[in-house]
T-cell receptor, first 113, second 116 residues
Framework: DQQVKQNSPSLSVQEGRISILNCDYT??????FLWYKKYPAEGPTFLIS?????DKNEDGRFTVFLNKSAKHLSLHIVPSQPGDSAVYFC????????????FGTGTRLTVIP | ETGVTQTPRHLVMGMTNKKSLKCEQH?????MYWYKQSAKKPLELMFV???????ENNSVPSRFSPECPNSSHLFLHLHTLQPEDSALYLC???????????????FGPGTRLTVL
């Protein structure tokens, strides 16, 4: 059973607008969450992370929000740029068994110029 | 070469073949990983090596055999695979021995494997 879910396989956004990518998880023991970005023919690259002691982490145009009670996190990209078009993966882990990252299936973001 | 490289990028093999996937990291990292990504499924961790010792094996069938001769190289030896093993195989590395959740993993571009 998938412990990390990304229910939207794709998202299209106009350039300059906000992109919001969502992720839900089922394991309440997860305490660290990451977003990876993947371009075609390349491996995933780390984008931003958040620890469960925070509810928000910001890095430039990228902000991740964590709602522990809802077991939900989201990635906001503002403003969206065409170069942001990629597949975004959400991942989660817990302190114990720390080598294991649990990934979602990804959301393909298309930013329309 | 920089980062994490994988060869070959594409591989087609029959069920009776034996082949190997190669991963090399040029980052001076101490932990290396093999992941499998099947169509419409999430990435699944297969193996973790730390300082060339296998530290995790997520119940992977024995037809997949990893080898880590040194901290820069990781192989995945394949034999008598099944068509359902067709997938993208990704290698990753991270800095700290033992890896860990807070230890950012750097991925290679993957090998697209097709088993006929």
């Amino acid at each position: 059973d998938q412990q990390v879910k990304q229910n939207s396989p794709s998202l299209s956004v106009q350039e300059g607008r906000i992109s919001i990518l969502n992720c839900d998880y089922t394991n309440s023991m997860f305490d660290y969450f990451l977003w990876y970005k993947k371009y075609p023919a390349e491996g995933p690259t780390f984008l931003i992370s958040i620890s469960s002691i925070k509810d928000k982490n910001e890095d430039g145009r990228f902000t991740v929000f964590l709602n522990k009670s809802a077991k939900h996190l989201s990635l906001h990209i503002v403003p969206s740029q065409p170069g942001d078009s990629a597949v975004y993966f959400c991942a989660a882990s817990q302190q114990t068994g720390a080598n294991n990252l649990f990934f979602g299936t990804g959301t393909r973001l298309t930013v329309i110029p | 070469e920089t980062g994490v490289t994988q060869t070959p990028r594409h591989l087609v093999m029959g069920m009776t073949n034996k082949k190997s996937l190669k991963c090399e990291q040029h980052l001076g990292h101490n932990a290396m990983y093999w992941y499998k990504q099947s169509a419409k499924k999430p990435l699944e961790l297969m193996f973790v090596y730390s300082l060339e010792e296998r530290v995790e094996n997520n119940s992977v069938p024995s037809r997949f055999s990893p080898e880590c001769p040194n901290s820069s190289h990781l192989f995945l030896h394949l034999h008598t695979l099944q068509p359902e093993d067709s997938a993208l195989y990704l290698c990753a590395s991270s800095q700290r021995p033992g890896g860990g959740a807070r230890d950012t993993q750097y991925f290679g571009p993957g090998t697209r494997l097709t088993v006929l």
